[in-house]
């Protein structure tokens, strides 16, 4: 069955790019957390009085979303907790230290938190601990930090979770933290929820993964592609962008995306992540997860809600390391593409395609968006998938 659905009126074609900029990497910052190799330690920190992160409402939630096309996964709940003054402490002979504080929530969803003000020593190590003290996140530290002395960490399901900071010797109290925020888990989809927290796993049956032979035909244009985790006041979501070349191809990592990414809610374009190599390097489903290597935070240049664009730029050259391209554009009103292929990251999932393999046409009448937002005339691209899909969470380009 053909699918119809809209695309951002702008074309693409291929140019490389090199850069010095630094990649992160999914698969693990390094490091274990202390309170899971040192057993005299659970002695000490033991009935700590935890934390509530307040409740939220899942309907309340899903009605927010009602108002905007924008693909959230996660809400935001307040804290403010001062890290130097409220946690508890444990003083190392060597002189170096730990701090934790425990939090606790009413149901077992996936959590991150999002700490402000922050200053960390050379060498301080943050980690996120589980329950069940068998799963957590980090190390985090100081080249985690934005431009605006923040930081978002992944999610990780569990009902109470153990926040540790590491002090080496020497560095004394000299740092600050404020936990403002949860943001919780609160989308289902009809599938674990858990898995909401990466994307991986919650695309419909119907995509087709990005390494499929019908891609091998556009060369590495999907290698400009890439997955966006959009971080907001009131929460997360996933969306994709393209790396966008320009007149001057002076490599400067201009990134095309959808306005109605963030459309409805406060954008912290500082935190927004953007995820290279998401994919799977065979036509086949894998039962891992890829991983992936990332970057961190963006500025905002231009956007236009009526028309769904959004130009951002990223806060440092994209390096070699990503195997990143830069996809041209065409402005020419007298040009038609005779086919199109979508690549998209549908649900935060691994990277996909989906092809019209007939002459694309450009939709000739206002479009009337479910949150009051109409875009004019001859703005969209309107095409009919003879391959893959489309779905919720996704912003395709080509």
Not at 310 to 319: A, G, K, R, T
Request: proline share 5%; glycine share 6%.
């Amino acid at each position: 069955m053909k699918r119809n659905i809209f695309l951002i009126h702008c074309l693409f074609f291929v140019f490389g790019f090199s850069s010095n900029a630094q990649l992160s990497s999914s698969k693990g910052m390094g490091g274990v957390p202390n309170l899971l190799i040192q057993s005299n330690l659970d002695t000490i920190f033991e009935n700590m009085e935890a934390v509530r992160i307040p409740d939220i409402s899942i309907q309340k939630e899903l009605e927010m979303d009602l108002n905007s096309e924008s693909y959230r996964f996660a809400t935001s709940a307040d804290l403010f907790i001062d890290f130097k003054s409220k946690a508890k402490k444990h003083k190392y002979p060597d002189g170096s230290q730990l701090f934790v504080i425990k939090l606790d929530q009413k149901m077992h969803r996936g959590v991150a938190i999002r700490c402000s003000n922050v200053s960390l020593p050379k060498g301080a190590r943050l980690f996120i601990i589980d329950e069940s003290q068998k799963n957590y996140l980090g190390a985090y530290s100081s080249s985690h930090v934005s431009k605006n002395r923040r930081f978002i960490t992944d999610y990780l399901p569990s009902k109470s979770l153990y926040v540790e900071l590491y002090l080496p010797a020497g560095s004394m109290d000299d740092f600050n933290l404020i936990i403002d925020k949860a943001y919780v888990v609160y989308r289902e989809d009809d599938i674990e929820y858990v898995s909401m927290e990466t994307g991986f796993g919650t695309s419909y049956i119907c995509h087709i993964n990005s390494i499929c032979p019908p891609s091998l035909d556009y060369g590495d244009t999907q290698n400009a592609v890439v997955r966006i985790a959009t971080v907001f006041e009131e929460g997360a979501g996933w969306c994709t962008g393209s790396l966008l070349n320009n007149t001057a191809q002076d490599q400067r990592p201009f990134m095309l995306t959808a306005y109605h990414c963030q459309d409805g809610f406060t954008p912290l374009y500082d935190m927004w992540r953007f995820d290279f190599k998401f994919a799977f390097d065979t036509c086949e489903d894998q039962a891992d997860n890829p991983g992936f290597c990332f970057m961190t935070g963006c500025y905002l240049r231009a956007g236009w809600q009526d028309s769904d664009f959004l130009l951002i730029e990223l806060d440092n050259f994209v390096p070699p390391a990503a195997n990143a391209v830069m996809n041209g554009w065409n402005n020419s009103n007298s040009y038609t593409p005779d086919s199109v292929i979508l690549f998209s990251h549908p649900s935060g999932d691994v990277k996909s395609l989906a092809i019209d393999e007939d002459p694309i046409i450009i939709h000739p009448n206002t479009i009337h968006w479910n949150n009051g937002v109409n875009t004019p005339p001859n703005h969209h691209y309107k095409t009919v998938l003879d391959v893959g899909g489309q779905q919720p969470g996704w912003r395709a380009f080509t």
